[in-house]
């Protein structure tokens, strides 16, 4: 078990290091022993993506929030655990819906067992989610209540689309805060809340991990166009040929009905590409490099950037320790990676 890249503060530090990756490796022996079914299908298809890997930022947060005014204990490794879970199995949803071929490296779970298949394995992994938190308390579980409601409420605006007069950007990240920052901040809280922290680092937590989730989720959208598959693990421009218009595309758009010639009429150019047939591999692959090579995607990273700072600020109040500066670092590092 290691960290991911870009905590190195965390890495190097003498207490919180070890603490971190010897928390870190109990969630993970207990995120395996949690999807572990008597059904053999259902464990071989809950195992699936958790073999795979990933970046397990949302347990890490959990740890840290901990840290911040408290102390990890067994109650915040199970929230870690929690969190995880239920982010786990909102994958098995997501790529369902978005006919994603890969994840984490490895093809998607309703690729290999079909569309029913992967959607009850992700039902299946909630109701573990579920069952966990019931014994952390009713605070715990009217969290994960809230939390799961707002993923499900982010997916659905985004499967709706914006309302009639109603901004795309603004649209965007309502459903980015609900499909993401929901349970970001979810993890931030229950670190907080469950390693004994005062109620107003339980709030300042909450507010932290929202917007560190919107820099991440932004991240991502723009990794989809720009990232290497080898080490996002996600085929480039998914988001593209399923038609979801992200954070580049938004502002393309933007600029396309602007009142700049020049910039209206290249924007205007790549949304051809973009809005045209992308079945074709080869389109896709125009399309992706044209919206990668566009300023438009150096303004999305700047975008990414504020949010990641706004959430950094919202930390002022804490009083300076190690697990402030590691919490300053995950903020940086959630943007600052290639997958």
Excluded: C
């Amino acid at each position: 078990m290691r960290l991911p890249a870009g905590f190195e503060l965390i890495a190097q530090d003498p207490h919180l290091g070890p603490l971190m990756l010897g928390s870190l490796e109990r969630v993970e022996q207990r995120l395996g022993e949690s999807v572990r079914s008597s059904d053999q299908l259902a464990d071989v298809t809950a195992h699936h993506l958790l073999a795979a890997g990933g970046k397990r930022v949302r347990p890490l947060l959990a740890l840290l929030a901990a840290e911040v005014a408290g102390s990890v204990n067994e109650d915040v490794i199970e929230a870690a655990v929690v969190v995880e879970l239920t982010h786990l199995a909102s994958l098995y949803h997501d790529d369902v819906m978005d006919s994603a071929p890969m994840r984490r490296g490895v093809e998607t779970a309703h690729t290999v067992w079909g569309n029913t298949v992967a959607i009850l394995t992700g039902d299946m992994i909630f109701a573990r989610a579920s069952a966990m938190v019931s014994a952390l308390g009713q605070e715990s579980l009217m969290i994960q209540a809230s939390t799961f409601e707002r993923l499900v409420i982010g997916q659905l605006r985004e499967t709706t689309g914006p309302a009639e007069g109603q901004d795309p950007l603004e649209h965007y990240l309502e459903v980015i805060a609900g499909k993401t920052g929901s349970l970001i901040a979810a993890s931030g809280q229950y670190g907080a809340l469950l390693g004994g922290a005062p109620r107003s680092v339980v709030d300042l937590m909450v507010v932290y991990g929202e917007k560190v989730g919107l820099a991440f989720q932004l991240a991502d959208d723009i990794i989809d166009l720009t990232g290497h598959p080898d080490v996002s693990g996600k085929t480039r421009g998914t988001d593209l040929r399923e038609g979801v218009d992200t954070l580049p595309v938004l502002l393309l758009r933007r600029d396309a009905a602007g009142d700049n010639p020049a910039a209206a009429a290249s924007a205007q150019n790549i949304l051809r590409l973009i809005d045209g047939d992308l079945t074709d591999d080869a389109a896709l692959a125009t399309a992706v490099a044209a919206v990668s090579d566009h300023p438009a995607a150096a303004e999305a990273w700047q975008i990414a950037n504020r949010w990641a700072d706004e959430a950094i600020e919202a930390l002022a109040p804490l009083p300076e320790s190690v697990a402030k500066a590691a919490l300053i670092e995950f903020a940086h590092a959630v943007v600052h990676r290639n997958g």
